[in-house]
């Protein structure tokens, strides 16, 4: 018995899904010295969003690696078109102690989504318990994982990485594959590159990677930054971790309800808008979002849910994010 | 080395296996399949901790050994919203096994051309209850639907629930203990015969709602239907417009246009054998104005309706309308219409136009009332004449 489940791992990773994809993440040579450390080799860029997707606490790091003399053209209103060949990698990890960022980690998988000429494939790579690998598997898992969080209480999360499928679940558009975060919108803001702090948009710019780069552009607030006004950490908010499913060509449009940043206001966007085919997942509640009532608000009910049947986003989370459920009931009190 | 891996996975699919090596092993097999092959399930109860999905595959068949002997059960479900998920396929086709007690949705299809379920069980084990999940067998934005011999059970919601799809028949089936036992909503043609809905809040419903993609039903015909004993209380979660369905109801059209009622045994409900009403009746503002709230074209007849005297059970807003207002007594008609018309469809006597009627007749106990919901229940009237008329039937659809 416990060699037919290691067979079938060995199964596993001989499976080519079309073109031939590593079944090592190393092979990708996306990282130079030690894998770990996630240290881009020349010619990968890190990257940073201004309001990212709540993945169970989970940091992330991001890296685009174009592919040799292309570059990417700038759109001041979706994501990114990436040309064919295209790589990007998302490492999701925990620090051990949230207060001490720098400190060890563990990193849990690196998703590597790859522009094919057939389009997007998704891929999901996961780190083994020395930290010194990550390894392809189709069928994603599940593990246990352990740290100590902001107020330094120990937290615990069945940390879930998604199976292929489940990949496309959020990255759809139209029934085919896409990015969801790197849009003008989101990485219109400085970070912190190896030669400094630097506009990421104008970096790529300076280094030819993105072309037509817009002097004005648009840029989201951060959802944590409590100096910006409510309405705009609510309209991030929900654009990132909503709107890939809820959009009129995402996964959700059945629903009718959609929290991209354009609806805001409408009842597209759940303004005393009936769910329609919510199930339990209503609460009991008749509406979206009722005006100065978030406990009569289906939003808040379900971003406030870990039951799988009720919980929304649906997929890449187990626990309530606190800190989100708390910006939507402010916002929906403060509307009238 | 592809034949041996073909070998484990069919050794990795055997009982003998652990839940979760099994559980592993048939999601990657739905995600490595190549169009045209043939997924077969092991007979056994299998408990599954996560949905399982297929996406975008052609020409795929997932097969059991049989209803009641492969049984995926998702009762300690941990991860996803329903028990199986198909996405952007084609050529699809489930048959010959059981799901049961899924934290959401049994089976949710969604983007699948040509779907086929076949002898599917999808239950929840526990009794009606609101906290089992929304639907058994959920296709929606699909076209070319058929789902033949299947038996749905328990849905807080609709046992079998097509929303928003194209060409869509569903026969042989049974649906019991689910709020809704069948239901086309916002769906155009649809063909709905020879299934047995009984003990459920409502039999069979055919509705149109507001603020969604595929905006207008229709083209439907529910034919050679046993509907009986449809009289459970109504256990859906509030917020749902099917929560808002009187128990005792055979057969509910909701704003719907071109339905055919016939050749169905409609018996034994104690509120209402075939209700015609339009949006208005669920009392939500439409803010949609693409949308038609109206049922128009619709016609009834040739079914056989029974009902034994007795006032309708007090229980919903429908409840109080029948008891204060509408003032049946014991002696409740069978088929009954709100008469909320469409101005912009009527001729000069303030009536349909012959293409948008609603036309009751040659039912076996036909009993028929118009409620003048219009005019806030006034002129309730018993057996009138309008309804009283034969139009053209609904075309044969695409099956």
């Given at each position: 018995m416990r060699y037919l489940g290691f067979i079938l791992l060995l199964g596993l990773f001989s499976y080519q899904p079309g073109p031939k994809f590593p079944s090592k993440l190393s092979e990708y040579g996306l990282f130079e010295g030690e894998l770990k450390n996630q240290l881009p080799h020349s010619g990968v860029t890190p990257y940073e969003l201004i309001s990212p997707l709540f993945s169970d606490y989970a940091h992330k790091l991001r890296f685009v690696q174009l592919p040799s003399g292309k570059s990417v053209a700038y759109n001041p209103d979706s994501v990114f078109q990436f040309p064919v060949g295209t790589r990007i990698a998302k490492t999701f990890y925990y620090p051990m102690d949230e207060r001490k960022p720098n400190g060890s980690r563990r990193l849990m998988e690196t998703r590597i989504l790859s522009h094919e000429p057939t389009g997007w494939v998704a891929l999901p790579y996961i780190w083994n318990e020395e930290q010194t690998e990550a390894y392809l598997e189709v069928a994603g898992g599940t593990s246990l994982v352990e740290f100590k969080n902001q107020q330094g209480k120990k937290q615990q999360v069945n940390y879930v990485v998604p199976n292929v499928n489940q990949c496309k679940g959020c990255h759809e558009r139209d029934g085919k594959m896409t990015p969801i975060g790197p849009s003008a919108r989101q990485m219109n803001a400085s970070m912190q590159f190896a030669h400094g702090n630097e506009n990421q948009l104008d970096y790529w710019s300076r280094t030819n990677q993105m072309r037509d780069v817009a002097t004005s552009r648009p840029q989201f607030v951060s959802y944590i930054d409590e100096s910006a006004s409510l309405n705009e950490r609510v309209k991030a908010y929900l654009d990132i971790n909503?709107?890939?499913?809820?959009?009129?060509?995402?996964?959700?449009k059945s629903s009718g309800l959609f929290l991209d940043y354009r609806y805001y206001g409408t009842t597209a966007y759940g303004m005393m808008k009936s769910p329609v085919a919510a199930g339990r997942g209503s609460g009991g509640l008749q509406y979206d979002i009722v005006a100065g009532k978030p406990a009569e608000s289906i939003l808040h009910y379900r971003m406030n849910s870990h039951d799988p049947g009720v919980m929304m986003p649906e997929l890449g989370r187990s626990i309530v994010h606190q800190e989100g459920v708390a910006l939507i009931r402010e916002w929906i009190k403060s509307l009238n | 080395m592809k034949y041996i891996f073909v070998l484990l996975l069919f050794i990795g699919l055997s009982p003998v296996m652990g839940q979760a090596q099994f559980e592993k092993a048939l999601q990657t097999q739905l995600i490595l399949a190549t169009d045209g092959d043939v997924i077969e399930v092991e007979a056994g109860n299998f408990q599954i901790s996560g949905s399982l999905s297929l996406e975008g595959k052609k020409k795929i068949t997932i097969r059991g050994k049989g209803m009641d002997k492969t049984v995926l059960n998702f009762k300690n479900q941990k991860t996803g919203a329903e028990g199986i998920k198909i996405t952007n396929c084609e050529n699809i086709i489930l048959e010959d096994l059981t799901v049961q007690d899924s934290k959401g949705d049994l089976i949710k299809t969604m983007h699948v051309k040509d779907i086929i379920f076949r002898r599917i069980k999808a239950e929840w084990t526990g009794g009606p209850k609101p906290q089992n999940g929304s639907y058994a067998l959920y296709p929606v934005l699909c076209t070319n639907i058929l789902i033949d011999s299947c038996i749905a059970i328990g849905a807080s919601d609709a046992g079998i629930y097509v929303g928003q799809s194209k060409n869509i028949e569903i026969k042989n089936c049974t649906a019991y203990q689910n709020v809704a036992g069948i239901e086309i909503e916002n769906s155009i043609y649809a063909d709905v015969h020879h299934n047995h809905a009984y003990g459920n809040t409502g039999g069979i419903l055919v509705f149109d709602l507001p603020d969604l993609i595929q905006k207008k039903g229709g083209f439907v015909k529910v034919h050679d239907n046993l509907i009986e004993d449809n009289n459970l209380s109504n256990f859906a979660p509030k917020g749902n417009i099917v929560g808002k369905v009187p128990r005792g109801t055979g057969m509910l059209i909701l704003a719907t246009s071109n339905v055919d009622i016939f050749d169905n045994k409609i018996l034994n409900h104690r509120t209402v054998g075939v209700g015609i009403i339009s949006y208005f009746m669920a009392e939500i503002a439409i803010k949609d104005k693409e949308y038609d709230p109206y049922p128009t074209a619709i016609s009834v007849y040739k079914n056989t309706f029974e009902r034994r005297l007795g006032r309708v059970p007090l229980e919903g807003r429908f409840a109080q309308i029948y008891r204060f207002k509408l003032r049946f007594g014991r002696n409740v008609p069978q088929i009954v219409y709100d008469g909320i018309l469409d101005s912009t469809r009527c001729g000069s006597d303030g009536q349909y136009l012959p293409q948008h009627r609603i036309c009751v007749h040659q039912n076996l106990n036909q009993s028929v009332a118009n409620m003048d919901a219009e005019h806030d229940f006034k002129n309730v009237r018993r057996n009138p004449k309008e309804l009283d008329c034969v139009q053209e039937y609904v075309k044969s659809n695409q099956f």
């Open positions: 909503c709107a890939h499913c809820h959009n009129p060509k995402g996964p959700a | -």
